[in-house]
C-alpha cells in the first residue's frame, strides 16, 4: 500500500514561530504537494515539487516556503507563523502525469497558531 | 481558469436511498483527468476513482458508479443503497498538468 506519512497529525504554535511540517512517501513518486483545507474552502495548493530541488508555487505560496532535499521527503515551512495560517494542511504524492496519476494523501497536521 | 464545481454543499439521506453527487468541470485541455475522493471523519483523503478524458465509459464498482459525459462536462457519481459508512465530504478534482484542481466537496449524511 502507499505511504504518505506527515510528522504530527496536531500541532500548536506561537505568532512568528518558525514551523515545519515534515511529509515522507515510500512508493517513489516524482510528484509531493502541499495543501491547505478550510472550510467552505476546499483543499487549497500552496506549493508543488516535481523532482528533487525542484519547487513550483501554486495557489496560495504566500507566507510558506518549501524544501525537497531527497525525493521521499517535501517539506512546508512556515517562516513566521501568523493566525490566518491556522488550517489542516494535507500533504499529497503522485507519479507524473504520464504514468498514473492520482494522488495519494497523509493524514494531515492540523495546525493552531495562537 | 481550470475550475470545479460542486453545486451541492450538502446532502442528508436516509440508508439505503440512492444518492448522486454532481460535479461540473471547466478545462481547456483536450487530455485530461478527473477523480474523486472521499474524506471520511477520520480526515484523510481516499482516492475512488480516476477517469481520462479519452474514456467516457461508465464504471461501477459496487455500490458506486460514475457518470462522465463530456457534452455537459459532467462527471457524477452515484451510490446506490447508501450506508452510514458512506458519511464523509466528497471532492471531485480535475488534473490541471500537475497538481490537482479540487471543487468545495459535499458533505454527505447518512442515517439510519
Known amino acids: 500500500d502507499v505511504k504518505v506519512t506527515q510528522s504530527s497529525r496536531y500541532l500548536v504554535k506561537r505568532t512568528g514561530e518558525k514551523v515545519f511540517l515534515e511529509c515522507v512517501q515510500d512508493?517513489?513518486?516524482?510528484?509531493m504537494f502541499w495543501y491547505r483545507q478550510d472550510p467552505g474552502l476546499g483543499l487549497r495548493l500552496i506549493y508543488f515539487?516535481?523532482?528533487?530541488?525542484?519547487?513550483e508555487k501554486g495557489d496560495i505560496p504566500e507566507g510558506y516556503s518549501v524544501s525537497r532535499e531527497k525525493k521521499e521527503r517535501f517539506s512546508l515551512i512556515l517562516e513566521s507563523a501568523s493566525t490566518n495560517q491556522t488550517s489542516m494542511y494535507l500533504c499529497?504524492?503522485?507519479?507524473?502525469?504520464?504514468?498514473?496519476?492520482?494522488?495519494?494523501f497523509g493524514p494531515g497536521t492540523r495546525l493552531t497558531v495562537l | 481558469a481550470q475550475k470545479v464545481t460542486q453545486a451541492q454543499t450538502e446532502i442528508s439521506v436516509v440508508e439505503k436511498e440512492d444518492v448522486t453527487l454532481d460535479c461540473v468541470y471547466e478545462t481547456r485541455d483536450t487530455t485530461y483527468y478527473l477523480f474523486w475522493y472521499k474524506q471520511p471523519p477520520s480526515g484523510e483523503l481516499v482516492f475512488l476513482i480516476r477517469r481520462n478524458s479519452f474514456d467516457e465509459q461508465n464504471e461501477i464498482s459496487g455500490r458506486y458508479s460514475w457518470n462522465f459525459q463530456k457534452s455537459t462536462s459532467s462527471f457524477n457519481f452515484t451510490i446506490t443503497a447508501s450506508q452510514v459508512v458512506d458519511s464523509a465530504v466528497y471532492f471531485c478534482a480535475e488534473d490541471s498538468g500537475y497538481a490537482l484542481n479540487f471543487g468545495k466537496g459535499t458533505s454527505l449524511l447518512v442515517t439510519p
Open positions: 499529497a504524492s503522485g507519479h507524473k502525469r504520464e504514468v498514473y496519476n492520482e494522488q495519494f
Open positions: 515539487s516535481y523532482d528533487v530541488k525542484m519547487k
Open positions: 512508493m517513489d513518486h516524482e510528484n
